[in-house]
Nanobody
């Protein structure tokens, strides 16, 4: 069973950047499909970016393309999310997720993921 711990959140101004990290332990990282989700107050958890297992090509949600980039480092068991040109609407708790058996068609649906971190808060002031 994999454990996930996110870090890097904080309070920033609009236009600033942040880099989030998610460190995994307890499993073979490359064997997992991994992803970033975010959840704003009163809203459903939404997919941000992810990588299929054994794959280094990121998948992005359309709304963040061009501003956010993600990377996975299997040697360090770490998933990253670089967020640039942050907007107030990016304010949310950001969560790391992992799963060994999730299928492609379910990647964007938070209900299908097995393992979650506790999240890190990102607040963007206008």
């Amino acid at each position: 069973q994999v454990q996930l711990v996110e870090s890097g959140g904080g309070l920033v101004q609009a236009g600033d950047s942040l880099r989030l990290s998610c460190v995994a332990s307890g499993g073979t990282f490359r064997e997992y499909t991994v992803a970033w989700f975010r959840q704003a107050p009163g809203k459903e958890r939404e997919f941000v970016a992810g990588f299929k297992r054994y794959n280094s090509n990121p998948i992005y949600e359309d709304s963040i393309k061009g501003r956010f980039t993600s990377a996975r480092d299997n040697a360090k068991n770490t998933l990253y999310l670089q967020m640039n040109s942050l907007k107030p609407e990016d304010t949310a708790s950001y969560y790391c997720a992992a799963d060994r058996t999730i299928i492609s068609s379910s990647l964007r649906d938070h209900r299908h993921w097995d393992y979650w971190g506790r999240g890190t808060q990102v607040t963007v002031a206008s």
